[in-house]
């Protein structure tokens, strides 16, 4: 961990991300004139603390194990990770962070020593056998450990499409950029606002009812008019304009809000550095800053934004990172609820008939 570390120091990455107390504090503030940057990493490794004092706040966690849930994890996969150990009972907060971006998944206390919490690797972890992460832990007395590990990443194929639509998606205007400028902002402010602890206690349910219709997959390859390439990032569900959309899960509405793309869209923050978002709506039946309930009615399904067709673009994101939405709803938070769960899911009424629907629903976004 520690040479991984050194590394991202020398090639100059942020180091806001790498924790840096200790050495490391000083590297980032600026090196003393002996140590200039660009120096190999063998001269680094010799570089002494800056004060005495600050020896050991970078404290290795030997007294901790980790667990992973699954223990291999797709890109585009969500995980549950599990730090345990007598180093971790006074810890103030405890962090994952993960993979080149530094991704950072924080984690909740369950109860001592047991730490507990949800990260996600992006798709960019294709190809890979695993992604590098490390535990790292703010300790009394502003101290910090940290701990290395790796996460085995799974494989999973994703499909390519073609899609043609409305030329105003693919060659923007100066306005319409500032438009989707400002949405981005309104996204990042909402993706901001979360809980430490999850907000629900039950597994989450798909939007559209048990027996929604899956019309795109998460992951899949899109050339938009033959120039535009994207990965499509979210699970597209079938459904008529004036259909109902449920709440996934407990939590509060992040965001409501027009946008360019995603049409009429609602960001559903569930703690635990988890959200849901919900596209395309034709109307809302909640409001920014309302406490929802799983199941709980919170839009109707619509064509806004960039579609070929009326549908539910259903987003899921966790610490930051996109998921396969499929995999939060397969996902067992709470294993013992999961017979429960299929029992209470709500069952819309209007999944009757939907093959003329899914003809013509095809879906962007
Ligand atoms: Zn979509």
Same mark, same amino acid.
């Given at each position: 961990? $520690? #040479?991984?570390? =050194?590394?991202?120091? %020398?090639? *100059?990455?942020?180091?806001?991300?790498? !924790?840096? +107390?200790?050495?490391?504090?000083?590297?980032?503030?600026?090196?003393?004139?002996?140590?200039?940057?660009?120096?190999?990493?063998?001269?680094?490794?010799?570089?002494?603390?800056?004060?005495?004092?600050?020896?050991?706040?970078?404290?290795?966690?030997?007294?901790?194990?980790?667990?992973?849930?699954?223990?291999?994890?797709?890109?585009?996969?969500?995980?549950?990770?599990?730090?345990?150990?007598?180093?971790?009972?006074?810890?103030?907060?405890?962090?994952?962070?993960?993979?080149?971006? $530094? #991704?950072?998944? =924080?984690?909740?206390? %369950?109860? *001592?020593?047991?730490?507990?919490?949800? !990260?996600? +690797?992006?798709?960019?972890?294709?190809?890979?056998?695993?992604?590098?992460?490390?535990?790292?832990?703010?300790?009394?007395?502003?101290?910090?450990?940290?701990?290395?590990?790796?996460?085995?990443?799974?494989?999973?194929?994703?499909?390519?499409?073609?899609?043609?639509?409305?030329?105003?998606?693919?060659?923007?205007?100066?306005?319409?950029?500032?438009?989707?400028?400002?949405?981005?902002?309104?996204?990042?402010?909402?993706?901001?606002?979360?809980?430490?602890?999850?907000?629900?206690?039950?597994?989450?349910?798909?939007?559209?009812?048990?027996?929604?219709?899956?019309?795109?997959?998460? !992951?899949?390859?899109?050339?938009?008019?033959?120039?535009?390439?994207?990965?499509?990032?979210?699970?597209?569900?079938?459904?008529?304009?004036?259909?109902?959309?449920?709440?996934?899960?407990?939590?509060?509405?992040?965001?409501?809000?027009?946008?360019?793309?995603?049409?009429?869209?609602?960001?559903?923050?569930?703690?635990?550095?988890?959200?849901?978002?919900?596209?395309?709506?034709?109307?809302?039946?909640?409001?920014?800053?309302?406490?929802?309930?799983?199941?709980?009615?919170?839009?109707?399904?619509?064509?806004?934004?960039?579609?070929?067709?009326?549908?539910?673009?259903?987003?899921?994101?966790? !610490?930051?990172?996109?998921?396969?939405?499929?995999?939060?709803?397969?996902?067992?938070?709470?294993?013992?609820?999961?017979?429960?769960?299929?029992?209470?899911?709500?069952?819309?009424?209007?999944?009757?008939?939907?093959?003329?629907?899914?003809?013509?629903?095809?879906?962007?976004?």
């Amino acid at each position: 961990m $520690r #040479d991984w570390r =050194r590394r991202a120091v %020398v090639a *100059g990455m942020s180091l806001g991300l790498l !924790g840096g +107390l200790g050495i490391w504090g000083w590297e980032a503030a600026g090196a003393p004139p002996d140590k200039k940057p660009g120096k190999k990493m063998s001269a680094i490794r010799e570089v002494p603390p800056a004060r005495p004092a600050e020896e050991g706040l970078d404290k290795e966690l030997t007294q901790v194990s980790l667990r992973f849930t699954p223990e291999n994890v797709p890109p585009g996969g969500l995980f549950q990770f599990e730090a345990s150990g007598k180093d971790l009972e006074n810890a103030a907060e405890v962090t994952l962070i993960c993979g080149e971006k $530094r #991704d950072r998944f =924080r984690a909740f206390r %369950v109860s *001592g020593g047991l730490w507990r919490g949800y !990260g996600a +690797l992006r798709l960019s972890a294709e190809g890979k056998e695993n992604v590098r992460a490390f535990l790292e832990a703010g300790l009394p007395g502003g101290a910090s450990g940290e701990k290395e590990t790796s996460i085995g990443v799974a494989s999973r194929d994703y499909p390519s499409s073609r899609l043609k639509v409305a030329p105003k998606f693919t060659s923007l205007s100066a306005s319409q950029k500032r438009r989707t400028k400002e949405d981005q902002r309104a996204f990042a402010h909402a993706y901001a606002q979360d809980e430490l602890r999850p907000l629900f206690s039950e597994n989450f349910v798909n939007p559209r009812g048990t027996s929604a219709r899956v019309t795109s997959v998460f !992951g899949g390859r899109r050339v938009f008019n033959g120039r535009t390439k994207s990965r499509h990032l979210g699970l597209d569900l079938d459904g008529s304009p004036g259909d109902p959309v449920y709440a996934a899960a407990d939590g509060v509405v992040r965001m409501r809000r027009d946008c360019f793309y995603a049409g009429g869209t609602l960001v559903v923050g569930h703690g635990a550095g988890i959200f849901t978002s919900y596209f395309h709506l034709s109307r809302f039946h909640a409001a920014e800053g309302d406490a929802v309930k799983k199941g709980q009615l919170i839009g109707e399904v619509g064509k806004s934004g960039r579609v070929t067709g009326p549908h539910l673009h259903f987003g899921a994101k966790v !610490g930051g990172v996109h998921i396969d939405p499929q995999l939060l709803l397969e996902f067992g938070f709470f294993p013992e609820a999961d017979g429960m769960r299929r029992d209470r899911a709500p069952s819309p009424d209007a999944n009757a008939g939907t093959d003329a629907r899914a003809k013509k629903a095809k879906n962007e976004n």
